[in-house]
């Protein structure tokens, strides 16, 4: 909490990326081709945009509180008890996510490289190397996201070997799905792009005060183009009854692809996929362990993090770990999502409205 003010922009737009960027990006392809068909590109771009408004409440919410966390004015606005309760609803929202990103990663890790890897060791070895980040404080965090951004740029390069194998008649004619398809694909997609909630709590510490929201619209727009990129590249390399039968069909394409130097490019891919996931963990367990901190009015919050990180692999370990158990738990935090990222955000805007709070 000290900490406030350090981040510069490059460090701030990175980790806006990289949290952004999580394990949704592997199936998305499939789930909003299910609901949009060839038109899902389009629903990524409506899905950025639909974000943005959701972005604004929360920096609309954020800038009456310029130097002060979602745990610090949540007790101004709605009292002491009410504002506790808040901030333990949003540590407990960040830990699950910490929890199901864990999760699916695991399962897809064990489908397609470490097949005889016990569970609860995959769960140590990422958690381990969540808590080990988040522990300390933020600007160690940045420098962390600053040097991992070059990553979310070799994706995009990775993706590049599919461009001479699409075919675009598969997204023609534009706008076949209809209006209504395409944007019930919006929330599939909104779902996987979570984590611009974490502003709430991340907005103190960014230092560029007049360009936060140039910041964060950057980030989001970048986020979206790469989304769209990867989704539009995917339904045009498979054929609208193939990527229905596939459940991860950004690793199948880059699976058929074979050069001299390297075989397996798919391999490559989520070795760098990997430090997304791992971004996408340390932020959220740090931001989580920030409001329990509050909560019990530590002064360090990297005890915190410790237990936080025992507590996600022991419910990892009892956990379901079927599909139907892990869709059940998608679907629960996909529910929970929009009481975090925009109803609770305008309530609390409404309330700093009506009883005129913000930061002196």
């Not at 694909?185 to 560029?208: C, H, K, Q, R």
Request: charged share 15%.
């Amino acid at each position: 909490m000290n900490n406030k003010g350090i981040l510069t922009w490059w460090a701030s737009f990175a980790i806006l990326v990289q949290v952004q960027i999580g394990i949704g990006i592997l199936s998305l392809p499939r789930d909003v081709h299910n609901i949009a068909e060839g038109d899902g590109w389009i629903s990524v771009l409506l899905a950025g945009l639909t974000i943005q408004l959701f972005v604004t409440v929360i920096w609309l919410l954020a800038t009456r509180f310029n130097s002060e966390t979602l745990y610090e004015f949540a007790p101004k606005l709605v009292g002491k008890y009410l504002g506790s309760l808040i901030n333990l609803a949003y540590s407990v929202y960040f830990l699950s996510t910490v929890f199901l990103t864990t999760l699916l990663f695991t399962d897809i890790l064990k489908r397609w490289v470490l097949f005889k890897t016990p569970h609860l060791v995959i769960y140590v070895l990422v958690i381990g190397v969540a808590y080990y980040l988040a522990k300390d404080n933020i600007k160690v965090i940045a420098r962390f996201y600053t040097f991992t951004s070059g990553f979310v740029i070799l994706l995009i390069f990775i993706l590049v070997p599919a461009l001479v194998s699409f075919d675009i008649r598969f997204v023609l004619p534009v706008g076949q799905a209809g209006m209504n398809n395409i944007v019930k694909g919006i929330e599939e997609v909104t779902n996987s792009m979570l984590g611009f909630e974490l502003l709430l709590v991340l907005f103190p510490f960014i230092d560029e005060r007049y360009r936060r929201y140039s910041i964060v619209l950057a980030a989001n727009g970048f986020v979206t183009i790469l989304y769209t990129l990867i989704v539009f590249i995917t339904i045009t390399v498979f054929s609208p009854a193939e990527i229905k039968l596939i459940p991860e069909p950004v690793l199948y394409m880059l699976k058929s692809f074979q050069f001299d130097l390297v075989e397996r490019i798919d391999l490559l891919f989520m070795s760098v996929w990997f430090v997304s996931i791992v971004t996408t963990l340390v932020m959220y367990l740090y931001v989580a362990s920030l409001g329990i901190t509050t909560i019990l009015k530590r002064k360090s919050h990297a005890p915190v993090v410790a237990w936080c990180a025992l507590l996600i692999i022991t419910v990892l370990f009892i956990a379901e770990k079927d599909i139907y158990g892990i869709d059940n738990y998608v679907r629960a935090l996909s529910n929970s999502s929009y009481l975090f990222i925009f109803v609770l955000p305008l309530i609390l805007l409404f309330l700093s409205f009506i009883r005129k709070e913000r930061s002196k």
